[in-house]
């Protein structure tokens, strides 16, 4: 079943840019891959907007549990954002796709800086926008960061990239008998603890009725079809809204 979208926004993670156990930080082949899945959606005339992690250069928590200060930590995992989204921007203007990436840091010499209407003004001039910087404050994650752009910018769904094909009440790679989800709302994930995102961006989707699908982005045109509305992977849906899709 096809699900209807006009405007969204994908999350990738830093670490979809890099080559499993390659020594460098982005593989253009993969980001190539990535942005030619986003330029055939984008042709469909569907608006798409970027969140992009750091991962693949750096984690904040990670350096903040070995000694350093959390919030330099995440300034330093914030600009790793930027990398990417410039990388990600590269090779979608070299595919012919108009791109701007918006920075929640001013770095007038790289990027914009996010300002919300000039957003959502691109989107609708059929850009695509690549979100930048996280949110601009330390101890927020890039999860957060879709959250909140997603609200800000009224996308339909927040498309979350991942290794695995949805939602499972328990990890599928530790137990044959893991149960994976077609669709659950908000209350249940929460009440069963399931870990669809951290829990300020899982709190900003649920209190704004913000649909997310987790789905498997490692099967060949899975991003393009995700994008495009083919029903795939775990949605997770307010408790008000019958999720027909």
Do not use: C, W
């Given at each position: 079943m096809q699900r209807q979208f006009k405007r969204?926004?994908?999350?990738?993670?830093?670490?979809?840019?890099?080559?499993e156990g390659s020594r460098d930080n982005i593989s253009p082949e993969i980001v190539e891959g990535i942005a030619e899945q986003i330029k055939v959606a984008q042709q469909t005339g569907l608006e798409i907007a970027l969140v992009v992690g750091g991962g693949n250069f750096w984690r904040g928590i990670s350096a903040s549990?070995?000694?350093?200060?959390?919030?330099?930590?995440?300034?330093?995992?914030?600009?790793?954002?930027?990398?990417?989204?410039?990388?990600?921007?590269?090779?979608?203007?070299?595919?012919?796709?108009?791109?701007?990436?918006?920075?929640?840091i001013e770095m007038k010499n790289v990027a914009e800086t996010f300002i919300r209407r000039e957003a959502i003004r691109h989107l609708e001039l059929g850009r695509i926008i690549i979100f930048?910087?996280?949110?601009?404050?330390?101890?927020?994650?890039?999860?957060?960061?879709?959250?909140?752009?997603?609200?800000?910018?009224?996308?339909?769904?927040?498309?979350?990239?991942?290794?695995?094909?949805?939602?499972?009440?328990?990890?599928?790679?530790?137990?044959?008998?893991?149960?994976?989800?077609?669709?659950?709302?908000?209350?249940?994930?929460?009440?069963?603890?399931?870990?669809?995102?951290?829990?300020?961006?899982f709190s900003l989707c649920r209190d704004n009725n913000k649909p997310v699908i987790i789905f498997d982005m490692t099967k060949a045109g899975n991003i393009q079809q995700a994008l495009t509305g083919e029903a795939m992977g775990s949605l997770v849906y307010a408790d008000n809204d019958n999720a027909s899709g």
């Open positions: 969204v926004v994908l999350k990738l993670s830093g670490e979809a840019l890099r080559e549990n070995r000694g350093m200060e959390r919030a330099t930590a995440d300034y330093m995992g914030m600009l790793a954002t930027v990398m990417n989204a410039l990388a990600l921007q590269s090779m979608l203007e070299a595919l012919g796709v108009p791109t701007r990436v918006q920075s929640a930048a910087a996280g949110t601009g404050n330390p101890f927020f994650s890039t999860d957060t960061t879709a959250a909140l752009r997603a609200n800000e910018i009224g996308a339909d769904v927040i498309l979350k990239a991942t290794k695995v094909d949805g939602i499972y009440d328990k990890d599928p790679n530790k137990h044959t008998d893991a149960k994976r989800y077609d669709k659950i709302t908000f209350t249940e994930a929460l009440s069963q603890g399931l870990q669809v995102m951290d829990s300020t961006a």
